[in-house]
């Protein structure tokens, strides 16, 4: 038989929800059997007297009734070898006499778990129970598949295990949560004692001597609370296997824990000022005085009673004194029991309630943390008042224009700043209004605003010359802001103030306006006397003849502009003009301030080479003329503009004025030409041409026609008055050249001079739209006796109405021809259709059907 020795498996429990261990020493597992046989466990069983033995007995892979039949017999090792029948779950008289007591009694029962399984329960095990056990099941197979029985052999054991505490009675303990705490228990037996077991951690078990076991708990929690048991169980190594044999327990000790005190207090009610620091301090009272460590968190809310999943966290101190805090936030130890949280720069997000919480934390044996204690203040209200910057401004002038295109400069100071810290910044926006004597209101003009963040945007006012250098707004220093005009003009004069904004800084590094303090006007004005300007024309010597050279001098004086300089233009006025209109003014030559020569608008520029203006003096200009020409006649004057400079290269327009007329008057006594048209058919049938004639005469000295040249412009007016505008049809120059204008419709038109001043003008294939006034404009040019072409002045004719008639024969012939071709078709077309229709297509053949003749018969009618 193989050698067997017992161990102690000690367990300590506790009736509270602790943190007790389990058993250190595990019993072997079943062995499961596979087949098709009745299978009880292997090897042998040990039971100590006065346990309870178990044999489960299962059937393995049976597809015979749902229900199995188990018998159960004995054999003693005294005995003769032959089993005793001990209980049967289908035979109930099947046990032996012995048995059948301990059946009644129920300290021997069978137990069904499975239709294919039974468990034998015995009792309080005696010596005498120790023996062989057979588990079998009745068959009616025809054939053996398998075995149809078990048998298992059980040990009994005589009770050597002794279980008790070290002290009687149970003690009762009391200790504070976090203090470590020990219990013992003493347990022997006859067979050799287990090895000791000292696990690690809160809770350890060990032996304590040779029959000793204690159990620590380091640290004791608020769940170690409770009434704690020993229990040893006695396990037994049979073939390699363990197996428990029985089990004992005893009360050691009744441990109570004691809850730490622990509370944590902030202020109530806390007012403070924006932009300064805000400072709470959570005060925490404890009756320990071991070795704990305090955790401390800051947290708020917008609610009172606002949870924690809600609120948010901004500073916090765990158990090693490791500091975690948010942006702007610092919490500090300042004393054992205080704890400060500090928030720098407050601003109106910051009010609301503010609250700590407390942990104290106590050390285990394994050096693992344990909570012993927590607590939560009552909220403290944070009210966030605001302190609204005060200061005062003042403008003044610390230059002043004496008159115009003189600097100005205005400075705006800001004085007095109260509650004005890092978090306000200070900007400035500048205003002009027109100073009028009337009560009137007038609007202020925005010149230019500085943004809170020093971004300088410009009025419609100012735009432009701030753009070019001639406004300038600065900021010399934190509270003094600038504004100066370069070169101060006559519409600069007015009254001028500035406006200085509060911006203050917001929780989200924003900026928002808070406060505008408004400065005393200051007008800019000065006392002058308007720009006065006279020009006066001389004609050095009189013009007798064509051809000779015009001179004319302009002399410029000049009141109340500084450092002026003169632009001249010359302009000409006809004095007399031959075709109606008002008289027409143009200019001949112009002389910049730059002395820079420009020539006029007028059309002869062939002649451009022959005008000249030139600066004879500062304020003296002289215009020249060469080889002048009758049609130069008119009125001839300076037209002078002062610039004065405003820096740089940059002038002014300080006046401007004329001159008096200097006339050019040829008296000679040369051709008077007249001009007239005629038509021989004044009406005409639409398609013939029409014909008009421009015939010149000429009074006065009669004239080589070598000597005499003409420019014909022939218009027409499309109407049966002269209300409307000309329309230009066609050009002939002195040379020959003929220029017709674009026309619309078939007619054309050709020009033609057909004697030495007689011109024609013709309109072929005449339409409707070639009615109206005809007339012509002639341009005589005279060679002189110097051979030069002098150009006269130009001459229009009075004007000649053409009608356009239409031709009815000529209109209806073609329409009525094809109306009558048209009608004689149609008719022939249509009897044709008839004739076909009747003959062809609407013949029917008519069958008369026997009517039956029937007499009529007589009726009587009652």
Not at 317 to 336: E, Q
Not at 384 to 393: A, N
Request: net charge negative.
């Amino acid at each position: 038989m193989a050698v067997t020795f017992t161990v102690l498996a000690v367990t300590f429990t506790t009736e509270s929800l602790g943190r007790a261990e389990g058993k250190f020493v595990l019993p072997p597992p079943r062995a499961v059997c596979r087949g098709r046989v009745v299978q009880v466990p292997a090897g042998a069983l040990v039971r100590v007297v006065g346990t309870e033995l178990v044999i489960p007995c299962n059937v393995s892979d049976y597809d015979g009734p749902s229900e199995q039949n188990f018998d159960w017999s004995f054999s003693s090792p005294g005995g003769s070898g032959g089993f005793v029948e001990l209980a049967s779950t289908w035979e109930a008289g099947f046990p032996a006499q012995p048995y059948r007591e301990r059946l009644r009694t129920g300290q021997v029962v069978l137990r069904r778990t499975a239709n294919d399984a039974v468990e034998l329960h015995i009792k309080n095990v005696q010596p005498s129970d120790q023996g062989l056990y057979k588990c079998s099941t009745p068959s009616t197979d025809a054939t053996v598949q398998g075995n149809y029985e078990d048998t298992v052999q059980v040990k009994v054991l005589a009770d050597a295990l002794r279980v008790g505490p070290t002290e009687r009675p149970a003690p009762s303990l009391s200790l504070r949560e976090g203090e470590p705490v020990e219990l013992r228990c003493a347990a022997s037996s006859s067979p050799t004692p287990a090895p000791e077991a000292s696990p690690s951690g809160a809770v350890r078990l060990g032996t304590d001597g040779a029959d000793g076991f204690r159990l620590a708990l380091d640290p004791a929690l608020a769940a170690d609370q409770g009434a704690y048991w020993c229990v040893v169980g006695e396990w037994i190594a049979e073939h390699g296997a363990w197996q428990e044999i029985q089990e004992k327990a005893v009360e050691v000790a009744a441990v109570v824990i004691r809850p730490t005190v622990l509370r944590a207090a902030v202020a109530r009610n806390v007012s403070v000022a924006e932009g300064t620091d805000l400072d709470l301090a959570c005060n925490i009272s404890t009756d320990r005085a071991d070795d704990v460590r305090p955790e401390v968190a800051w947290y708020f809310s917008r609610l009172p009673d606002g949870a924690l999943p809600a609120s948010r966290m901004l500073a916090q101190l765990d158990r090693t004194s490791l500091v975690h805090s948010a942006p702007g936030v610092a919490l500090s130890h300042t004393d054992m029991r205080s704890y400060h949280l500090l928030v720098r720069d407050v601003s109106r997000d910051s009010a609301g309630y503010y609250f700590c919480q407390v942990a104290l934390w106590t050390l285990g044996h394994n050096r693992s943390w344990h909570k012993v204690a927590e607590a939560r203040s009552a909220p403290a209200s944070v009210d966030v008042t605001w302190l609204e910057p005060d200061f005062q401004v003042f403008l003044n002038a610390s230059r002043m224009p004496a008159f115009a295109d003189d600097p100005t400069e205005l400075e705006c100071r800001v004085v007095d700043v109260r509650h004005a810290e890092a978090r306000v910044r200070l900007a400035v926006s500048w205003y002009y209004r027109l100073s009028r004597r009337s009560d009137d209101a007038v609007a202020s003009e925005l010149l230019a605003v500085m943004d809170g963040d020093w971004t300088l945007r410009y009025g419609e006012r100012s735009k432009r010359r701030a753009r070019d250098g001639e406004f300038i707004f600065s900021k010399e220093h934190t509270d003094t802001f600038s504004f100066r005009i370069q070169r101060t003009t006559e519409g600069d004069r007015g009254n001028y103030f500035c406006v200085v904004s509060a911006w203050t800084r917001q929780p989200n590094n924003s900026w928002v306006k808070s406060k505008d303090v408004f400065s005393k006007p200051v007008s800019i004005f000065w006392a002058a006397e308007d720009s006065v300007l006279v020009v006066k024309a001389q004609q050095p010597k009189p013009l007798f003849t064509a051809g000779s050279t015009f001179e004319m001098t302009c002399k410029v004086s000049s009141r109340n502009v500084k450092s002026p300089r003169y632009s001249v233009a010359i302009t000409a006025e006809k004095t007399a003009t031959a075709g109606p209109g008002p008289n027409e003014t143009r200019c001949m030559v112009s002389l910049d301030q730059d002395a820079v020569v420009r020539p006029g608008n007028w059309t002869d520029a062939a002649r451009a080479q022959g005008v000249v203006l030139e600066k004879v003096q500062e304020d003296e200009f002289r215009y020249r003329m060469y080889q002048t020409q009758v049609s130069d006649a008119g009125l001839y004057r300076c037209v002078v503009t002062a610039w004065a400079p405003v820096g740089g290269s940059l002038w002014r327009e300080a006046a401007t004025s004329r001159s008096n007329p200097i006339e050019i008057d040829f008296q000679t006594s040369g051709p008077v030409f007249n001009a007239s048209v005629h038509s021989d058919t004044p009406s005409v049938t639409r398609g013939q041409p029409i014909k008009v004639f421009c015939i010149l005469t000429v009074e006065g000295a009669m004239l080589d026609p070598d000597s005499m040249a003409f420019d014909v412009v022939w218009f027409a007016v499309h109407s049966f008055g002269l209300d409307e505008d000309p329309v230009l049809l066609s050009t002939l120059d002195r040379k020959g050249i003929v220029t017709t204008a674009p026309r619309h419709g078939k007619s054309g038109l050709s020009l033609e001079r057909v004697g030495a001043l007689e011109f024609l003008l013709q309109v072929h294939d005449s339409e409707d739209h070639d009615f109206g006034n005809y007339f012509c404009a002639v341009t005589p040019w005279v060679k002189s006796p110097t051979g030069s072409w002098q150009k006269e002045a130009e001459i229009h004719s009075k004007p000649v109405f053409i009608t356009v008639k239409m031709d009815v024969l000529t209109a209806f012939k073609y329409p009525l021809l094809i109306g009558v071709g048209l009608s004689t078709v149609v008719g022939l077309l249509s009897c044709l259709i008839g004739y076909c229709s009747a003959h062809w297509c609407c013949r029917k053949e008519v069958q008369e059907t026997r009517r039956e003749r029937r007499r009529l018969m007589s009726m009587e009618m009652d």
